[in-house]
């Protein structure tokens, strides 16, 4: 018998609901956005007992702190999380798949373990970590958010694989202690900057839920967001684990590819090599980012994955930029500043936090200088292609599987097949490719010559999004996000503020440089924007995680301590009532 997509979907997604405990359910549906837009903070804070907010609301290094020293059972943690988890997705939408039940066993487990022992099992013992669904763990579905993957192994039968196969860092993950609890939604093909399918509909921005909660790592970051996790993984080939991040107030990082294991994990466009899609870690703090990072790389993941280069954790190049900083006198760093690619400009929120950013390092006595890179043009014209060698043929067949239909985010850009390139049209966009990252790391190298510190820039400060966070069916731009995956840097998120609307207000006469441009202004409402947060991104070069991890936490640091002692306990005023900083 042949069943309906729509048939399909509703019981994929009834089955996942129906695994929310009875005492975990919402007594009433969620008001609307118009009569509750932030359902974070003391919102979802009132279905938690005192424990359990204690608990939820403390970062992975402090989890980490009280479970591997048995002040704090791993079971009591990972219930704690799962209850907030079950809250998430009833608020919006940002699970794909529930394993609660082989969570709270697994954390028994390890409470035994170290009742037995008197010591943890790994560096990680206890800590609850969400995933992408992208990450194949066992007894667990992976659909993508593909109708036509559900009951399947990617899409196909009969391999064996169907929810018994582990993905490379689920492996490492549990080696390390950790426990997995739930895999979070995607939209579907990953290709959007939007979290939206035809299984669960679309998982809104926690903050404000007039806007989106970015994507594809969409479902980590709303989940994160409303601390129904203190750190996940998800993945980034044009923005999508910083888009996530930024949309949603946290930390993250997109490592260079080959940083992080991603061998065993789904994805679309399989084989395409020329930008590889990357893993890495979100987070509420720089030092959950660390945690993971370092323990990861204690289970040497180039021996199991053939892409991942054989890179330590490097203390020194995290020590080179405290040296720097904390030197006699004062050390300086020199930051490149990046306000408008020349394509896209900014709206007022995001010019403003780059403009704290800014103020912030040059406060702690640091040098900030135009960044003034070869053509983004030239790089988003390379970089686009890539996602189209196949001409859409492997999104189209996934979608063929059960006849379900796009969303819009990904019609726009996958809804006609188009012609497949050739051998020889991928080479030659290779090449181009290559000259490119030559041309931008030459200019890079260019920029000792201004710095004044001996060496080039160490880090630029530099938008991922023209908006704080984008409307729903209205990211029209991923540029800002796209060349640091083209260039394959180190890009951390920095969340800096909030929108004010009374702060934030429209550019009165506005001249827009181009249609694309035009688009990204006329989407600002003061108004509907409100209360959203606002980040940008720390960029570093190649394999320079540590490096920009450290500069990013010092930053942060250095802009929290400032609002501290201006006697604000919200960044979200920072000009209204502290003008005299900036």
Avoid at 76 to 102: G, P, S, T
Avoid at 225 to 233: A, E, H, I, M, N
Avoid at 541 to 549: D, H, N
Wanted: charged share 20%; proline share 6%.
């Amino acid at each position: 018998m042949v069943v309906d997509w729509q048939t399909l979907a509703k019981e994929k997604r009834d089955s996942v609901n129906a695994l929310i405990p009875k005492a975990w359910l919402l007594p009433s549906p969620v008001p609307p956005a118009s009569e509750q837009r932030d359902v974070t903070g003391k919102y979802i804070q009132q279905f938690l007992s005192p424990a359990e907010i204690e608990i939820t609301e403390t970062d992975a290094v402090g989890i980490v702190k009280n479970t591997t020293s048995a002040k704090w059972k791993a079971r009591d943690v990972a219930e704690a999380f799962c209850h907030r988890a079950a809250l998430a997705h009833q608020m919006v939408n940002c699970l794909h798949e529930i394993f609660f039940d082989a969570a709270i066993a697994d954390a028994q487990r390890l409470d035994e373990y170290y009742a037995k022992h008197g010591k943890p099992t790994g560096p990680l013992h206890g800590l609850p970590v969400s995933l992408k669904d992208q990450f194949h763990v066992k007894d667990v579905e992976t659909t993508m958010g593909y109708v036509g993957w559900i009951g399947t192994f990617e899409g196909k039968k009969g391999l064996g694989k169907e929810k018994v196969f582990e993905s490379e860092m689920v492996t490492e993950l549990r080696n390390l202690g950790a426990i997995l609890y739930c895999k979070t939604s995607v939209p579907h093909t990953l290709m959007a900057g939007e979290t939206v399918n035809n299984i669960i509909g679309y998982t809104w921005n926690p903050k404000n839920r007039n806007l989106a909660c970015g994507g594809s790592s969409g479902g980590e970051g709303a989940l994160i967001g409303l601390k129904g996790s203190p750190v996940g993984f998800g993945t980034d080939i044009g923005g999508s684990i910083r888009i996530p991040a930024a949309f949603n107030g946290l930390f993250g990082i997109r490592p260079s590819s080959g940083r992080l294991p991603y061998e065993g994990m789904a994805n679309s466009m399989d084989g395409q090599n020329s930008t590889l899609s990357v893993v890495g870690p979100l987070a509420t703090s720089v030092g959950a980012l660390k945690l993971v990072i370092k323990a990861l790389l204690t289970q040497e993941p180039w021996l199991h994955d053939p892409l991942v280069a054989e890179i330590p954790w490097r203390d020194e190049q995290e020590q080179a930029v405290l040296d720097i900083v904390n030197a006699s006198g004062g050390g300086q760093l020199a930051f490149g500043v990046s306000k408008s690619d020349g394509i896209v400009n900014c709206q007022p929120p995001v010019r403003r936090a780059i403009d704290i950013v800014v103020k912030t390092a040059e406060k702690l006595g640091h040098k900030v200088f135009e960044w003034n890179p070869p053509s983004h043009k030239r790089c988003l014209e390379i970089a686009f292609k890539t996602w189209f060698y196949d001409g859409g043929a492997d999104v189209h067949a996934a979608f063929a599987l059960s006849g379900e239909p796009m969303a819009s985010q990904i019609k726009s850009s996958y809804g006609t097949l188009k012609d497949q390139f050739t051998a020889s049209e991928i080479a030659a966009n290779n090449v181009a490719k290559r000259a490119y990252q030559k041309e931008y790391m030459e200019y890079w190298n260019s920029t000792s010559k201004i710095t004044g510190t001996g060496r080039p820039i160490d880090a630029v400060i530099a938008p991922l999004a023209p908006f704080a966070a984008a409307r729903p069916d209205m990211y029209s731009y991923y540029g800002l996000s796209t060349w640091v995956n083209m260039v394959d840097y180190s890009a951390a998120v920095l969340p800096v503020t909030l929108v004010d609307k009374t702060i934030d207000v429209v550019d009165e006469g506005y001249q827009p440089l181009n249609e694309q441009d035009e688009k990204v202004h006329l989407a600002y409402d003061p108004e509907l924007y409100d209360g959203a947060h606002v980040a940008l991104q720390i960029v570093g070069r190649r394999f320079q995680e540590e490096k920009v991890l450290a500069i990013t936490e010092i930053l942060g640091d250095a802009w929290s301590r400032a609002l501290r002692e201006l006697g604000s306990s919200t960044p979200k005023h920072p000009l209204k009532h502290h003008a005299n900083f900036l």
